[in-house]
């Protein structure tokens, strides 16, 4: 059963717009939340994260929000650039030792 | 820093015939990851190490695929024999503290087993 879950497997958002991408997670242990970014033929990055202790963590144009009580995390890129166009993977972590839960992935594409 | 670096980028076998892949994880990390990207089952984590040491291998799917850290600069996935399933791409991963700054990933082998 998966743990993380990021329900929309692509995205395309317009240049210059925001892009919103979600995350639910089921584990209530979960504490602390990552967003990874990957391009074709490369690993994935690490992006932006945010601790269970709070509900938003802004870095530029990048924004990760938390909604415990729903389990729930979103992403918002604003404003959307085509260099965003990527794969953007959600990661959990229930503060136990070196294992980070990650969703399937969602391919954002920014059109110009 | 190179960074995380993985060998070969790409390797192409044949059903039955054995699979070496190879990291070197970053210079200080204590951890290093392996993990498995498929279509159906997105990232997944295969094995870790801390300090050199395997501490979980739970996701090793079989007896067939084995992993090794012989010293802080070099850790192996070995597949024996391989199959078409084992097809995918797989990622090592290291970091120095556990989950502060995420980890740093090597740039994958893409395994083809025909």
């Known amino acids: 059963d998966q743990q993380v879950k990021q329900n929309s497997p692509s995205l395309s958002v317009q240049e210059g717009r925001i892009s919103i991408l979600n995350c639910d997670y089921t584990?209530?242990?979960?504490?602390?939340f990552l967003w990874y970014k990957k391009y074709p033929a490369e690993g994935p990055t690490f992006l932006i994260s945010?601790?269970?202790?709070?509900d938003k963590n802004e870095d530029g144009r990048f924004t990760v929000f938390l909604n415990k009580s729903a389990k729930h995390l979103s992403l918002h890129i604003v404003p959307s650039q085509p260099g965003d166009s990527a794969v953007y993977f959600c990661a959990a972590s229930d503060g136990s030792q070196g294992n980070l839960i990650f969703g399937k992935g969602t391919k954002l594409s920014v059109k110009p | 820093d190179a960074g995380v670096i993985q060998s070969p980028r790409h390797e192409v076998t044949e059903m039955g015939q054995e699979v070496t892949l190879r990291c070197k994880p970053i210079?200080?990390?204590?951890?290093l990851f392996w993990y498995r990207q498929t279509m159906m089952r997105g990232l997944e984590l295969l094995i870790y190490?801390?300090?050199?040491?395997?501490?979980?291998d739970s996701g090793m799917p079989e007896d067939r695929f084995s992993a090794k850290m012989p010293n802080a600069s070099f850790s192996t996935l070995k597949i024996q024999p391989s199959e078409p399933r084992d097809s995918a791409v797989y990622f090592c991963?290291?970091?120095?503290?556990?989950?502060?700054?995420?980890?740093?990933f090597g740039s994958g082998t893409r395994l083809t087993v025909v």
């Open positions: 584990n209530s242990m979960f504490d602390y």
């Open positions: 945010i601790s269970s202790i709070k």
């Open positions: 190490f801390n300090n050199n040491v395997p501490i979980d």
């Open positions: 210079s200080g990390h204590d951890y």
């Open positions: 991963a290291s970091s120095d503290e556990w989950i502060s700054y995420g980890y740093t």
